[in-house]
Structure formats: structure tokens, C-alpha cells
């Protein structure tokens, strides 16, 4: 992407989305995903990713949550959301991404999430900088309906997660 263009997309993702990119990020970008976009299927398909290079990745003191702050139906629907945790773990996708791609992911992500800048670990132990979504606002727990809790578990053995992280997606209660 032309380093030119960058402020432009800053300012349509602002008036789109109300969260302000950083000034400069790297081209590419890691973006570590933990829901539904682990998913092969979706996110290729779906949100037409096609990432550089993908692998899986460790997001320390953080926990998985289902908040009903966000999702498209605020309220009712409780999708993936990090919380802070000391020495919790979140797995997930790390995803090398073009700056249009992530401006692309970015754009299709909710209002109510803000970006959090992290570092995370992949699977060969190296740490990454990358970026993922979460609400920053406290937002109550609720429970993912089946079929967006059916992409996370079909993404976590697609990925090869760890079988006790497939065995906690498992054992997480849905609405229906």
C-alpha cells in the first residue's frame, strides 16, 4: 500500500468504525484472531482474506469470554471477547495480513470493538507484535448461540488447537 494512501484509510476506518488506527503500522500486519475468524471457511470465503502467512498463536493473561456488548445483534447475541486475566491464555490465529486486507478485516469488525496492541506467541515459541479486537468497555457475559460456537470449535480442530482448548470450546454453554 502506498504509504500515502494510509492516512486516508486511518480517517475512513475513524468515520466508519469511530476507532483511530495508530499513525503507522507495519505493512504487512499480524492480526491475531480468537473467533469466529479462525475459521478457514470464513474468513477467506466470507470476509475474502487471504493472508500471507498464518499461524497458530498464544495470547497470554487474557481469557476467552462471551460479552453481549457486541455481535449484530447487541444484547442477544454474545460473541468472542477478551478479558484481562492474569495467567489466563487465549488461543487463536495469527494472520499476516496486507495493510488493504487489514483495512478490509477492520472495516467489517463491529463499532464496539477497540484495537489492542500485544504481543503473541506462536507456536514455535517466537513472539509477535500483533494487533486484535476487544471491547474495552466491562460488558456482561452471556452465551454464544450454537452456530456461531460451532465456527469457533470447527476452526479449533481445523487449526489443530490444543485438545484441551477444543474440550473448553466444548464445554462452553449456548443459548439454544
Known amino acids: ?39 478457514e471457511r470464513l474468513f477467506r470465503e466470507r470476509r475474502h482474506m487471504t493472508p500471507i502467512e498464518t499461524r497458530i498463536g498464544r495470547l497470554t493473561n487474557h481469557r476467552l469470554c462471551f460479552t453481549v456488548g457486541g455481535g449484530m445483534r447487541p444484547g442477544r447475541s454474545a460473541p468472542a471477547n477478551i478479558a484481562d486475566d492474569p495467567g489466563g491464555t487465549v488461543l487463536g490465529v495469527l494472520y499476516l495480513l ?33 494487533v486484535t479486537f476487544k471491547v474495552p468497555a466491562a ?28 474440550a473448553f470450546l466444548d464445554g462452553v454453554e449456548t443459548r439454544e
Not at 23 to 36: C, Q
Not at 116 to 123: C, M, P, S
Open 98 to 130: 496486507t495493510l488493504p486486507k487489514f483495512v478490509r478485516l477492520d472495516a467489517s469488525e463491529g463499532r464496539q470493538y477497540a484495537y489492542l496492541w500485544t504481543e503473541v506467541e506462536d507456536a514455535a515459541g517466537n513472539i509477535v507484535p500483533a
Open 1 to 39: 500500500m502506498n504509504s500515502a494512501f494510509w492516512p486516508f484509510c486511518r480517517v475512513w476506518v475513524r468515520l466508519r468504525r469511530g476507532r483511530l488506527p495508530r499513525r503507522s503500522i507495519p505493512d504487512p500486519v499480524w492480526y491475531f484472531a480468537y473467533g469466529s475468524n479462525m475459521n
Open 139 to 166: 460488558a456482561p457475559e452471556g452465551r454464544p448461540s450454537l452456530r456461531y460456537l460451532d465456527l469457533l470449535r470447527e476452526a479449533a480442530r481445523q487449526r489443530g488447537l490444543p485438545a484441551e482448548y477444543v
